[in-house]
């Protein structure tokens, strides 16, 4: 789910109704979820002991013992190393270079990073950033300061949340599962949460009232504006939805609850109408 981030940027300029275009985003998802898998299993291996302790991810086939340390392993490397390849034949040396980064950022968050309060948040939060960052460099579509900061700030905003309810779900054992969580109050991540909440809306109002089409290659100046200021509308409330869904201790695992809350999915839907009205129609 978090690879389809790739798409942003060519579908915000207009480019997916060109087939090269559309197959050189699908090709950009492909590869980030080869190497995304490849890393996760890595981490997986890392993580083994306290994914043994937390109620759900006990479950992964690496810690539940489905799968061997070594296959998982072996596995992962493979997929780090084709995936890695492939984005170089796809988009030369700044793709590779998008890859590397999050290869470089995940890996250092699984050693060490995950550990430091404040910076773990930021570096899984970049891990959302680079998708979006690879979608524009596979389809050659240019990024703008807005476009980066609205994703940078939605991405601290979901982090944050998935703490939160981190720490409230996982009672007193939660730093046996992730020990950072001990340096965090419920306060801090509370106002973090508002923080970023309240930056992403108004990022994203400053991205879609930019009347001058330079926001994120609007194909023409004006061109089904209306629209496009429209979707601040559910995009806000899909934020203030979240915000509630977190704070009553919900929001664990992000994932679920975009796959499972009707009212998320709703306001998705209807962001993504506009969207696509104001952007094709």
């Known amino acids: 789910m978090k690879n389809l981030l790739v798409f942003v940027a060519p579908a915000a300029a207009d480019k997916l109704g060109h087939g090269a275009t559309i197959g050189r985003a699908v090709a950009a998802f492909a590869i980030f979820s080869v190497v995304a898998s490849g890393m996760y299993l890595v981490n997986d291996v890392l ?3 306290a994914d043994r302790l937390h109620p759900h991810k006990r479950h992964r086939p690496i810690a539940a013992g489905h799968l061997t340390i070594m296959q998982a392993l072996a596995m992962g490397f493979v997929l780090l190393g084709a995936g890695t390849a492939s984005s170089w ?3 030369g040396w700044r793709l590779t270079v998008v890859m590397a980064l ?3 950022v995940s890996t250092a968050y699984s050693l060490w990073v995950k550990n430091i309060a404040v910076v773990e948040l930021a570096s899984v939060a970049s891990g959302f950033v680079l998708r979006a960052i690879a979608g524009g460099v596979a389809t050659n579509v240019p990024l703008s300061d807005w476009f980066l900061a609205v994703t940078s700030f939605a991405a601290m905003f979901i982090v944050t949340g998935k703490r939160f309810a981190e720490h409230k779900s996982l009672g007193g054992d939660r730093e046996a599962h992730r020990p950072v969580l001990g340096d965090y109050t419920p306060t801090f991540l509370q106002s973090t949460l508002t923080l970023t909440a309240t930056a992403a809306v108004t990022t ?10 330079s926001g994120l290659g609007f194909p023409h100046p004006g061109h089904g504006v209306i629209w496009i200021q429209l979707t601040v509308v559910p995009f806000a409330l899909a934020v203030l939805h979240v915000f509630r869904v977190v704070d009553a201790g919900g929001g664990a695992v992000p994932e679920e609850l975009a796959l499972r809350d009707r009212w998320l999915q709703f306001f998705g839907a209807v962001w993504v109408l506009f969207f696509l009205v104001g ?3």
């Open 47 to 49: 993580d083994l002991e």
């Open 89 to 91: 034949f796809l988009a």
């Open 102 to 104: 999050y290869l470089g």
């Open 204 to 213: 994203y109002c400053l991205w879609a009232f930019d009347r001058s089409g």
């Open 279 to 281: 952007i094709y129609a």
